[in-house]
């Protein structure tokens, strides 16, 4: 069982660039949520989906972009990077909203 | 508001010792609270989880949480620590919405000595 995969799981970018991450899930789940994780900081929401077609922002959403035009896809975007989206991105999914998390193994991004 | 505090954020134990890991929510209601661990270079992976329908909650690989009300605790135990159990391990609250949020604190580190 594949569960939640991230593409890619490592990624250098310089300043200004452009990059999507993707996610997708194997598990028709409804709920999809992409975070990121900093050290000393646990992890922050930065946008979610509640089912195909839609989205919304999460806690820290500045500078991201998000799609989800398939139910098994979530993709994040980010249209000129920055240092400080230097991060663990990680992206998961749930049944419901009372059904746990399954989470990625995150994609390793740092921004020169 | 919910939250929740992880009171120890570094842990320290001998291999085959008893682990403790306390957690503590503030909530008007009873909460959904899981229990997730990280091993590094990894996702996070669902330990255990309280929804009300008991109090012990007993999850994977030895684990199990007590929800107790009177002390707004969720701590994890495990009898005998293995090596292997050395990892980030979060106690997280699921937000009151319809949008399955869950909300992250910085978490335990457990070292098996």
């Known amino acids: 069982n594949a569960g939640v995969t991230q593409t890619p799981k490592f990624r250098v970018l310089k300043t200004g660039q452009s990059m999507t991450l993707l996610c997708a899930q194997d598990?028709?789940?409804?709920?999809m949520y992409w975070y990121r994780q900093d050290p000393g900081m646990g992890l922050r929401l930065i946008h979610y989906?509640?089912?195909?077609?839609?989205?919304a922002k999460g806690e820290v959403p500045d500078g991201y972009n998000v799609s989800r035009l398939k139910k098994q896809n979530f993709l994040l975007g980010l249209e000129s990077a920055a240092p400080s989206q230097t991060s663990v991105y990680f992206c998961?999914?749930?049944?419901?909203?009372?059904?746990?998390?399954?989470f990625g193994d995150g994609t390793r991004l740092s921004i020169l | 508001a919910q939250s929740v505090t992880q009171l120890d954020s570094h842990v320290s134990v001998s291999e085959g010792t008893p682990v403790l890991l306390r957690c503590n929510y503030s909530s008007s209601y009873s909460p959904s609270l899981f229990w997730y661990v990280q091993h590094p270079n990894k996702g996070l992976q669902l330990l255990l989880k309280y929804t009300s329908a008991a109090t012990l909650v007993k999850g994977i690989n030895g684990f199990e949480a007590e929800f107790k009300k009177s002390e707004t605790s969720f701590h994890l135990t495990k009898p005998s620590a293995h090596m292997s159990d050395a990892a980030e391990y979060f106690c997280?609250?699921?937000?009151?919405?319809?949008?399955?949020?869950?909300?992250f604190g910085q978490g335990t580190t457990l070292q098996v000595k």
């Open positions: 997280v609250p699921r937000a009151p919405s319809n949008t399955g949020k869950l909300i």
């Open positions: 998961a999914s749930s049944s419901g909203r009372n059904q746990p998390q399954h």
């Open positions: 989906s509640v089912g195909e077609g839609t989205t």
């Open positions: 598990m028709n789940h409804e709920y």
